[in-house]
């Protein structure tokens, strides 16, 4: 079972930031967060990840509480092509499966 | 995006039949996984590998078998398609171990099995 548990959907006008929580409140001291994103009838992306540190790439920022058992994806400036399902994923089993769960709907609208 | 592709992206068959879903990335990544998605199941990991000619099963491996023979390639057949493995099949690489939560995932081919 997943680790995670996210929102079932979220709504976000186009050019205003998305903000995606994810508790995790059973995740261990060595587990990284990750976030994947799957655009509808596509392949699941990568987004970003982290430990415990704020992380900031290209595509969008990670923000880890201090206890780390929550945290949030944002999405600074979200446009049309943000719709997706976005996964926030900690810890795989012992087949290097990434514990997916149900994710969050994310729509942006215009 | 990294250099994955699928083939074929689409494909219809019978009941019976054999077929084999080919993954390729030019990334040279080590690590290479085979998932099935389907309605409420999310995705679930069928077979990866770890190496050429290194393989392992994963959550839902039956019915299924999976062959590396070059870094760049690694392929999904089914011996004899049924039904219940209609369904749409992502490949995904990682680099390395220390990495393998880092997964790029390709576009995905749809199978349909009648």
């Known amino acids: 079972d997943a680790k995670t548990t996210q929102p079932t959907s979220m709504d976000c006008a186009e050019g205003r930031a998305a903000n995606l929580p994810c508790n995790h409140s059973?995740?261990?001291?060595?587990?990284?967060v990750y976030w994947y994103r799957q655009i509808h009838s596509q392949g699941p992306q990568y987004i970003i990840h982290g430990l415990k540190n704020n992380e900031t790439n290209e595509m969008a920022s990670l923000i880890i509480t201090e206890d780390r058992k929550s945290s949030t994806l944002i999405l600074p400036h979200a446009t049309l092509r943000d719709t997706a399902v976005y996964y926030c994923?900690?810890?795989?089993?012992?087949?290097?499966?990434?514990?997916w769960g149900a994710g969050t709907k994310l729509i942006i609208k215009p | 995006d990294a250099g994955i592709t699928q083939s074929p992206r689409h494909k219809v068959t019978e009941t019976g039949t054999p077929v084999t879903l080919r993954c390729h990335q030019t990334?040279?990544?080590?690590?290479m996984y085979w998932y099935r998605q389907d309605p409420g199941h999310g995705l679930r990991l069928i077979h990866y590998s770890y190496g050429v000619k290194d393989t392992d099963k994963g959550e839902v491996s039956d019915g299924y078998s999976v062959s590396r023979s070059k870094t760049e390639d690694f392929l999904l057949t089914l011996e004899s398609a049924t039904s219940s493995q209609t369904s749409v099949y992502f490949c995904?690489?990682?680099?390395?171990?220390?990495?393998?939560?880092?997964?790029?995932f390709g576009p995905g081919t749809r199978l349909l099995v009648l």
């Open positions: 059973t995740i261990s001291g060595n587990e990284y």
């Open positions: 990334e040279n990544h080590r690590y």
């Open positions: 994923i900690v810890g795989m089993d012992s087949n290097y499966q990434l514990i």
């Open positions: 995904a690489i990682s680099e390395s171990l220390a990495s393998k939560e880092t997964q790029y």
